[in-house]
Each structure stands twice: as structure tokens, then as C-alpha cells.
């Protein structure tokens, strides 16, 4: 058997070809490797110069000829006697190999290998076509229950063309990946994977990337975990893979972008936060009255306390009032104390809140909502930094910095005659305006994951999961309550959910079940039963939520008909493997179905 001159062809054609495709050939009691050249023809038969010679004597003198070209390995029949055979069938002009394809010539076996094959060539989606595809694989999630996973790969300072490092990276590519490129980041979107199975693929990417980009890192985010927004979550695994170590994998969450203030810590994940929390840092250094706008429940407290904590009085009071929870009568009092018998009541004198913050900050939360009698009081105070208390005749000097909120617009209630246009100009010398939750769907899931996680964890219950449906519901609603009202609607789920998995009829009413509007006038106000008598009253759930109750319960008692044998319980209920261990993760159910 002849296979020096095509190993040597090979050689002078390509070095790496020769580890990658050759043909096994089977002659009698013999056997060798035949490596194959980038590019060519090799003639196989008994004829002396064959570039594959072979001894038997069913083989023609030239019998076949394996063609390579462009990547492909083809074989043709050069009218042989006995003809050429690939996995059985008789072949007619030129037919494609694939690597372990058979071919027969006589009694001589031929065996295809390609040990590295060449990978399709993966479209590289611009910036626009990921978005698009992502909010679809997002739609599908909230449809059917589904999982999908981003991955941000920062290459650094790398030389090579992104291209060359997507076919790099292909052995640790599904052909159901998308692959683009926004920004400086390599995305990837892994439908169907999510959890631990996201992590290990998005850890294989690294593994193939790092020998050739040393500092490689990478982020990643999952649906519905992370949100239902695909901008959002292009964004959470870019800012993850921003603080990754070179060469490691950071995966997103509420601790990511857990901002620590001390005493307290707030969660800063929208890029709109981000850059209010360093305008708050910035100003937090200098003396100046900041005055925060921002709707109820926003947060504007957690603002105020950024600026104490990071400015030079952070070692002093923070003391906080909400002017619109106090009676008229009372407010003078309470800011600036009152003396001994200064009215009914007073036994004993008392310091106002401008003598307890003395030395720090003072968060006057709802000012609009002060009286313009107050208000004159507040300006003579800010201005003069002496405050008097009630009943008393003795000025006490105070030294301390205002921050007002309000969630009206003060330049209005100038216009409008309810609030001083001294005081406005006193107080608005930085002005900062909080955007309001429904403006930051990308901390909308990860406020709601930690609020449940604390609430789960006061209740003493493990921890519960939203389901996409019921992250569909949160992030379709309009918020007026804001952060306030998101975390109080995850603490009513924590302690009345049945669990393990939030479905859209476990959140608070107000959520799933937004009021309709009133029908017109010269419209029936509901439809007629159709029997004539009473409307029907009946509540309905979503069917999919309701199929997916059936799907846990189901597998909840093939579990236990089969002892806990996930292979039989998934034949049970014809259920494909995968998917039967995926769902258990997703369920928390355990091998015993409970």
C-alpha cells in the first residue's frame, strides 16, 4: 500500500491539514493513515504512481480519485471495474465525504475522518438584528416558561479580528446561538439555557477564548432572572463582565450593584441611577442645599442619605421629617422645639429637629407641602442659621446642611402662588431629579429579587422564584407607588404564595389584575349570560399558569410512582429527559417529587 507520496503532498499542501482529515485504509491484513492536503486530488488504485496504492487485485489500476476542495472531500469513480461504494450505495459522478463515511472499492475499505471539521460559518448580527432577535427569544420566555441567557465577552486589548474569535470560539457554540457585537463586547444569546447550564456554557466560551485573548472576561444574565427587557439585559451582562477578573465569569444579581452607604445600601444598576448617584457623590463634597425631585416611593431618602454619607458632616446626624405627614400646627414645633409652657401639653422643653441635626444634614422630605407662614420661618432659619424655639426668646445658632425633596414641580407652585420663590431659589442651588421605577427596567428584577429574598428571609421561608408570566406582570406595570409599593408587594407574596414559583395570581391584585376602564354610556356594562339570567362572575387565571400547575403535579407523582427515578417518571409522562430535569430545577422539586 502506497501512502508516502500523499502524506507528503499533504505536508507541502498544509501542516495542520495532515492532524485533520485523512482517510483509514483497510487493504487485506493491513492498515494505514492517509493523510489529506488542504487542496487536490489524490488517485487511489493498483497503478504504480497512485497517490493511495493498494495491492488487492479487485481494485482497478486507477479505481477513485478523493477530491479536496474549499474545505470539502469529495469521491468519484474513474469507471472501475468493481466500481466504488459509499455506505453501500453505489457511487455516480463526484459524492460529498463526511467525517466516518464509509467507501467501499473492491475489498478495500476506506474510512473518512475529520477530526476538527470545519464549522459552519456563523453570521455575525449587528447591533439592531440582536436586539430584535433577543426581544423575541424574551417574548417566548413569557409565552411558554422558557429560559434564554446573555453573555457579554470583553475582549480587552485584544489584536485579533472578532471574526477569527467567533470561529475560535465555535466548539463552545449551539447552532441555535446568536452571536453579534455592541460596543466593545462579543454578546452571545443561548437560548434554552439558564442557571447552572448557562454558567458552564458561558465557562466553556472562556475555556476556548483564553489561550488566544489572555485577558478575556465575561457576564452573564438570564431571563427571567434578570429582567424582560433586552436592552436591560444586554446591559446587566456587559456591566457583569466590566467587573470580572481577567480571564474568570461574572454572572448577574442584586449584589452586583448593591450600592454600600454606610448603614444602608441601595441597589444602582440603570445607567440614569448610576450617573444621579455621581452627580449626589460630587456634590456631596461641597456645602451646597440639594434639592431632589422625584415621584413618591422613588427613593428620593435613599438620595438624601448618599449625600450625608458621603460628605464631610457623614460623622454627624442624619435626621429626617415628611412634612406632608404632619398637622399645619405642628411643623413649627418640630423643626424648631418649643420651651416649657410654650403651648397646652409642653411639661418639659424639647429641641426642634434643626438643633438635633446640628452638625450634620437635615432631609426636609414633601417641602411643597409646607404652609407659606412655615415657609417664611424655614427661609429666616436657612438664612440666618439661628433658630428661636417656641416660647422661647433666646436665638440658638445651628450649623448644619438642608436636602429637600418633593414630588411636585416647585417652579409650578412658584407660579401658582404656594411656594415662596425665595425659599424655591434657597433650596434649588443643585437640583437632582429621580427617575421614577418605571423608568429603570433594569432594576426592576433585581429590587424585586431582593426584596423577596429579605422578605422570604424574615418569614423564615426558602427563597421563592418568579416565573416569566409573573415578571411579565411587573414589568407591565405603571409603579405609582414605586419602590415603596414594589417592596411591599413582594413582602404580601412572600407570606402568602404557596411557592415554590410566583405565577401572576399569587402577586396583589392591583398588579395582575389591572382595572378596566368604564364602558361608554350607550354600552352594556358587561354582556348578558347566555342562558338570559346573570352575568357570569367567575375569575379567570391565565391557562398557562394553570398548565404549568398541572405540569409540576404530574411530575410530582410520576416522581414518586418511580421512587424518584427521573428517566422512568420522564417516560411516564412522555416527557423528554432534558427538559423533565430542567423543569425539576425550576420547580424545586426533589428526586423524591416533593
Known sequence: MKTEDARHTASRASPVAVERRYLLVLDGGSSALCPLPRSGSLLVGRLPTADIRVEDPSVSRQHARVLVEEGEVRIADLGSHNGVRLNGERVVGTQRLWSGDVVTLGHVTLVFHCGDRALPLRPMLDTTALRARLAEEVERVVSYERVVSVVAVELGASSIAVPELVHIAGKALRLMDLVGQVGTSLVVVMPELGGEEAGIAAQHLLEELRPRVPEVRAGLATVPRDGLNADALLSAARAAALVAPAGTLQDSGPSLYRLPLGERAVIVADAAMVGLFELLRRLASSPLPVLIHGETGAGKENAAWAVHHWSPRSGGPFVALNCAALPESLVESELFGYERG?????????????????????????????????????????????????????????????????????????????????????????????????????????????????????????????????????????????????????????????????????????????????????????????????????????????????????????????????????????????????????????????
Open 342 to 594: 410654650a403651648f397646652s401639653g409642653a411639661d418639659k422643653p424639647r429641641a426642634g429637629l434643626f438643633e438635633r441635626a446640628s452638625g450634620g444634614t437635615l432631609f426636609l422630605d414633601e417641602v411643597a407641602e409646607l404652609s407659606l407662614a412655615v415657609q417664611a420661618k424655614l427661609l429666616r432659619a436657612l438664612d440666618q442659621k439661628r433658630i428661636t424655639r417656641l416660647g422661647g426668646s433666646r436665638e440658638q445658632e445651628v450649623d448644619l446642611r438642608i436636602v429637600a425633596a418633593t414630588h411636585r414641580v416647585l417652579a409650578d407652585e412658584v407660579k401658582e402662588g404656594r411656594f415662596r420663590q425665595d425659599l424655591f431659589f434657597r433650596l434649588s442651588t443643585a437640583v437632582v431629579i429621580l427617575p421614577p421605577l418605571r423608568e429603570r427596567p433594569r432594576e426592576l428584577p433585581l429590587l424585586a429579587q431582593a426584596f423577596l429574598e429579605e422578605a422570604c428571609s424574615r418569614a423564615g421561608r426558602p427563597l421563592l422564584q418568579l416565573s416569566a408570566a409573573a415578571m411579565g406582570v411587573l414589568g407591565a406595570h405603571t409603579w405609582p407607588g414605586n419602590v415603596r409599593e414594589l417592596k411591599n408587594a413582594m413582602e404580601y407574596v412572600a407570606a402568602t404564595a404557596p411557592g415554590p414559583i410566583i405565577e401572576p395570581s399569587h402577586l396583589p391584585a392591583s398588579l395582575s389584575q389591572p382595572v378596566s376602564p368604564a364602558p361608554p354610556a350607550s354600552e352594556p356594562a358587561a354582556p348578558p349570560s347566555v342562558g338570559g339570567g346573570e352575568p357570569a362572575s367567575r375569575t379567570f387565571r391565565p391557562l398557562a399558569e394553570e398548565v404549568r400547575e398541572l405540569e409540576r403535579q404530574r411530575m410530582v407523582e410520576a416522581l414518586e410512582a418511580t421512587g424518584g427515578v427521573q428517566t422512568r417518571a420522564a417516560q411516564l409522562i412522555g416527557m423528554p429527559l432534558r427538559t423533565f430535569s430542567f423543569k425539576l430545577r425550576q420547580y424545586k422539586l426533589s428526586p423524591r417529587g416533593r
